[in-house]
C-alpha cells in the first residue's frame, strides 16, 4: 500500500543552513518597527491566520465549546475582529468542535498520528488520522521522529504519504517538532522529507517540548518551502506553533514570511499561527492601538 | 593624592532590573542625567509589578514585614551615602532618620492590618460576617518633588506592607535619592518586579500610569489638584481608585496602608 513518494531532489538543494546568517536574519526581522495602521492590519492578518488551540488532557467537551465560541468572535464588544482561521483539538473534541462551528468559515483541525510523541504503531496511526478525518477539515500529524534520527527517512516520507492517502482531501500539517531535530540541518533535511511526502503544511512544533517554535528555525522551514515552490512549483503553507505568546512574536513571524515568500503566503490558506494565550495579546494591542490606554488582562475572556 | 572616582550612572529600577529608559532617553538635574521613562516604561513596570502580585499578595505578612524592615536595615547601612545625596547636612540626616522610622513602622504594621481595618460584623440572622482588607492590585505611587526620599518610601512601603505591587514615579527635579533607593529594595529582598522606581517627566507619564489599565489604583500624593483631577477622570473608564490620603509631612499611620486596600465581607454560619 505505498503510496507513489517523489524522489528527493538533488543534494545541492540540501545544502547545509549558515546558522548565523540565518540567526541573524531572525534578529532584524524581530526588530522592524510596525506602528499604528500597519500594525492594526498586521493584527488583524494575525487573527485571521490563527489556529486557537487547546491541546490538554484536561480539555472536555465545555472547554472546547468555550474555545470555539471564542474562535468565533474573538473580541465579543468588538465584532470589527474577525474569526480565526481554525480550531486545533485533540482527537476525542473534534465532534465537539464540528458542532460548534458548522457552517461557519472556522476550520476544524485535529491532531493525530500518536500526538505529540508519535511513539505509536503505524497502522494505529493511519487509523487515527483516517477516523478524525471523517470530522476534521484539517489534520495536524506528528512526523516520525524516531526514524528520522534513526536514519529511515524512507520510512518518515513513506508514513507521511500513506496519512496522506487515509485522509483523502483534508489539509494535512505535518508537524516537525524542530526542538528535537537536534540542528538547521535536520530541520532543513525534515522539511524537504515532508514536503516531498505531500504535506500541504509544514509546522513547527507540537508546543509540548521545549524549545518550541522560534525564529530561526521558522526561517529555515521559510527559505525550504522557497526552495521547493521553485524547484516543484508546489506551494507548501508554514504554521508556526508553540511558545508564541505575545502580539509582537506573531508580526516577528508575519514578517519573516513576508520578506522570504512574499505576500502571497500571507492568507491563512498558507500561513498559519498555533497558539492559545497569544490571541488575547492580539485583542489588548488591538485595544491599545485604538484607546490609546494600556489593556488588562482581566477584561478579556480566557479561551 | 586624589581618589579616583567611578560615577554612578542614574538607572531606572524595572522588573528587578537596573535599567536605561527603553527610549534612551535622559534629562538633565544638575551635572548629572538622570533617565527619562517613556510610556513603555511604565508599561514594562506595570506587567512586572502585575506577574508579581500574586506572588507578594500570598506571602504572609509577617514575611511581608520582615523584608520591609530589611530594606530599612538596608538603609541604615548606607545612610552617610543618603545624606549625602540629599545635599548632606542636619536636614539631611533628619530626612534619612525619618525614612527609617517609616519603614519599620510599616514593617510592623504589615501583621496587624487585619485587625486594624478588618472586623466580625454582628448581623440579624444565623450566621454573622467578617471583613478582611486585601491589596487592590497594581498601585501607581507619585511621590512628592520634595522631600524626595521620605514621603515616596513611605507611600511605596504603606501600599506594599498590604500586599499590593508598587510602581512609583520618583522626584521630577530631585530623582536621585529615589534612584538610589531602589538599591535598598533590591538588597532588601522585596521580590523581582515588586516595586519599580521610574524618573522622568510628570507631565508625560502620568496620564499613560492614569489610564493603564492595569493599574488599581493611584496613590496621587504628589499630584497637584489638577494632576489629581486628570488622573481621576482618566482611571474612572477602568474603575480604578485614585488615593489622596496621606499629607506629605505627617507621621506614618497604618491610615496609609489601609488607603490601598480593599475590604472583603464574607459570611460564616454560627455553631458550625
Known amino acids: 500500500m505505498a503510496a507513489a513518494v517523489e524522489t528527493l531532489p538533488a543534494p545541492a538543494s540540501l545544502q547545509s543552513v549558515d546558522q548565523v546568517e540565518v540567526e541573524d536574519r531572525a534578529r532584524l526581522f524581530a526588530s522592524r518597527s510596525i506602528k499604528r495602521a500597519a500594525k492594526l492590519w498586521a493584527l488583524e492578518l494575525a487573527v485571521r491566520c490563527t489556529d486557537l488551540t487547546s ?14 465560541a471564542k474562535a468565533l468572535r474573538p473580541d ?36 493525530a498520528t500518536g500526538f505529540p510523541s508519535g511513539q505509536m504503531p503505524r497502522e494505529l496511526k493511519i487509523a487515527e488520522a483516517a477516523e478524525v478525518a471523517r470530522i476534521a477539515d484539517e489534520i495536524d500529524m506528528v512526523m516520525d521522529r524516531g526514524a528520522f534520527l534513526s536514519g529511515r527517512y524512507d520510512a518518515v516520507q513513506e508514513e507521511i504519504a500513506q496519512v496522506k492517502a487515509a485522509i483523502g482531501d483534508r489539509h494535512l500539517k505535518v508537524i516537525l517538532e524542530t526542538g528535537e531535530l537536534g540542528g538547521y540541518d535536520q530541520v532543513r533535511h525534515a522539511s524537504w522529507l515532508a514536503m516531498a511526502a505531500g504535506a500541504d503544511f509544514i509546522k513547527t512544533s507540537t508546543g509540548k517540548i521545549q524549545p518550541a517554535a522560534t525564529l530561526p528555525v521558522a526561517v529555515v522551514m521559510l527559505e525550504a518551502i522557497r526552495d521547493y515552490a521553485w524547484s516543484t512549483g508546489r506551494a507548501v503553507g508554514f504554521k508556526a506553533a ?48 485604538r484607546s490609546g490606554a494600556y489593556q488588562s488582562a482581566d477584561d478579556f475572556s480566557q479561551a | 593624592m586624589t581618589t579616583p572616582t567611578v560615577a554612578k550612572t542614574a538607572k531606572l529600577y524595572i522588573d528587578g532590573v537596573f535599567a536605561r529608559s527603553e527610549s534612551g532617553r535622559v534629562y538633565p538635574v544638575g551635572a548629572v542625567n538622570v533617565p527619562r521613562a517613556s510610556r513603555k516604561d511604565v508599561r514594562d513596570a506595570v506587567r512586572a509589578a502585575r506577574a508579581a502580585l500574586p506572588g507578594w499578595s500570598q506571602r504572609t505578612p509577617y514575611n511581608r514585614g520582615q523584608i520591609l524592615y530589611r530594606v530599612g536595615e538596608m ?114 529582598d522585596v521580590p523581582t518586579g515588586a516595586a519599580a522606581l521610574l524618573s522622568g517627566l510628570r507631565a508625560e507619564l502620568l496620564p499613560h500610569l492614569g489610564s493603564h489599565r492595569d493599574v488599581d489604583a493611584v496613590d496621587a500624593v504628589g499630584c497637584s489638584d489638577e494632576q489629581r483631577r486628570d488622573l481621576e477622570r482618566r482611571a ?37
Open chain 1, 55 to 68: 491541546l490538554e488532557g484536561a480539555d472536555t467537551p465545555g472547554r472546547t465549546a468555550t474555545l470555539c
Open chain 1, 76 to 111: 465579543p464588544e468588538d465584532e470589527a475582529v474577525p474569526p480565526v482561521a481554525a480550531v486545533c483539538v485533540y482527537p476525542a473534541q473534534v465532534g465537539e468542535a464540528a458542532t460548534r462551528l458548522r457552517g461557519s468559515p472556522v476550520r476544524v483541525a485535529a491532531v
Open chain 1, 242 to 289: 508553540g511558545g508564541i505568546r505575545t502580539a509582537r512574536q506573531a508580526i516577528g513571524y508575519l514578517v519573516a514570511v513576508n520578506e522570504t515568500l512574499g505576500d502571497e503566503w500571507l492568507t491563512p490558506e498558507r500561513f498559519r499561527l498555533g497558539a492559545s494565550s497569544l490571541l488575547n495579546d492580539v485583542l489588548m494591542q488591538r485595544a491599545k492601538e
Open chain 2, 75 to 188: 538603609l541604615e547601612a548606607r545612610r552617610s551615602e543618603f545624606v549625602a545625596v540629599l545635599g548632606g547636612g542636619r536636614p539631611a540626616g533628619r530626612e534619612v532618620d525619618a525614612t527609617l522610622d517609616a519603614l519599620v513602622y510599616y514593617a510592623g504594621c504589615a501583621d496587624k492590618l487585619a485587625q486594624l481595618g478588618g472586623s466580625v460584623n454582628q448581623v440579624a440572622g444565623p450566621y454573622f460576617t467578617f471583613t478582611i482588607p486585601e491589596p487592590v492590585g497594581v498601585v501607581g505611587v507619585v511621590a512628592p518633588e520634595r522631600p524626595s526620599l521620605r514621603p515616596l518610601l513611605e507611600h511605596v512601603a504603606a501600599a506594599l506592607c498590604g500586599g499590593n505591587t508598587v510602581v512609583a514615579l520618583v522626584s521630577e527635579g530631585a530623582p536621585l535619592p529615589g534612584l538610589l533607593a531602589a538599591e535598598l529594595l533590591a538588597t532588601g
Open chain 2, 236 to 272: 474612572a473608564d477602568h474603575v480604578g481608585r485614585v488615593l489622596s490620603g496621606g499629607a506629605t509631612g505627617a507621621a506614618p499611620s497604618h491610615r496609609l496602608a489601609l488607603a490601598s486596600l480593599e475590604l472583603k465581607t464574607v459570611w460564616h454560619p454560627i455553631g458550625v
